[in-house]
């Protein structure tokens, strides 16, 4: 049986054979379309995949570095919650970690009773009933991001090094806060976390000079590189802090708290 991820790439590469007037007989899975498109429409295909989420070409940060990744706990992006902040997700001018975050702090999810990864319904949202013993308390602030820990282990370094240089969620910018639990690991934002902590080890000249070979999918250059910038006389360790929305639950009870709330607002999961 093909993954998941498999069958989505081999839908997006039919999308590319059909925009050239293009299709192949008797390939009810795609993986025929897949092959070809590859060959064929590489530039197009990667422009659908990334559309789509999946990083075609790029180095895992965890590979790339692993004192960085150091406490990592190793679970797969695709049994990560998704909670974009954007205006509108979850509501008029409402995005998901605002609504979350009112919902935890009213009570309203149960936090004891909490539904297996992919079996949350709307129900759910209710489920704690305002009761005091469900209440969560979070708070918006600025932690070094060297105390964090993370719970994903795909992480792309690429991503990571754009968002470190794009200064993406890095000293109180809070409208895209980590998200963390109380014993402050990372429950979602782990590509911004992964670039601010590339800032506290490297120089940013360090860092453009890894993303093209990162983009190359070339591990063991990115791990050389990154071998010999050690090496060098740096600015390693600095105090860099994280805009952070911290709340007052273990990280395994809410990374399944966070999970049930994804699912029950049938929110797609990354690759």
């Known amino acids: 049986m093909l993954k998941t991820s498999t069958i989505q790439m081999a839908r997006i590469a039919k999308s590319v054979m059909a925009e050239n007037n293009l299709s192949v007989g008797g390939d009810p899975t795609g993986i025929h379309s897949l092959i070809l498109a590859k060959a064929m429409y590489p530039k197009q295909l990667t422009a659908g995949l990334r559309t789509a989420g999946f990083r075609t070409a790029d180095v895992n940060f965890c590979q790339a570095d692993e004192d960085l990744c150091e406490g990592n706990v190793g679970l797969p992006r695709i049994m990560m919650p998704v909670l974009d902040n954007d205006a509108g997700l979850a509501g008029p001018g409402i995005g998901y970690l605002d609504e979350v975050t009112m919902l935890l702090e009213d009570g309203m999810l149960d936090i004891y009773n909490i539904p297996k990864i992919g079996q949350a319904t709307p129900s759910y949202l209710s489920s704690g009933k305002g009761r005091r013993e469900n209440v969560v308390t979070v708070?918006?602030?600025?932690?070094?991001?060297?105390?964090?820990?993370?719970?994903?282990?795909?992480?792309?370094?690429?991503?990571?090094?754009?968002?470190?240089?794009?200064?993406?969620?890095?000293?109180?910018?809070?409208?895209?806060?980590?998200?963390?639990?109380?014993?402050?690991?990372?429950?979602?934002?782990?590509?911004?976390?992964?670039?601010?902590?590339?800032?506290?080890?490297?120089?940013?000249?360090?860092?453009?000079?890894?993303?093209?070979?990162?983009?190359?999918?070339?591990?063991?250059?990115?791990?050389?590189?990154?071998?010999?910038?050690?090496?060098?006389?740096?600015?390693?360790?600095?105090?860099?802090?994280?805009?952070?929305?911290?709340?007052?639950?273990?990280?395994?009870?809410?990374?399944?708290?966070?999970?049930?709330?994804?699912?029950?607002?049938?929110?797609?999961?990354?690759?």
């Open 139 to 271: 708070e918006f602030k600025g932690i070094n991001v060297r105390h964090l820990k993370a719970t994903q282990n795909q992480l792309w370094l690429g991503k990571a090094i754009e968002m470190a240089l794009s200064g993406f969620g890095i000293d109180g910018a809070l409208k895209d806060p980590l998200i963390i639990s109380k014993d402050e690991y990372v429950i979602d934002g782990h590509h911004r976390w992964a670039g601010i902590l590339l800032l506290s080890e490297y120089t940013k000249e360090q860092l453009l000079t890894i993303l093209p070979v990162a983009k190359k999918n070339d591990t063991h250059k990115v791990q050389f590189l990154f071998e010999q910038f050690k090496m060098q006389p740096a600015l390693s360790g600095k105090r860099i802090m994280a805009s952070c929305a911290q709340f007052n639950l273990g990280y395994k009870r809410l990374l399944a708290v966070m999970n049930a709330y994804t699912d029950a607002k049938n929110i797609q999961r990354k690759h």
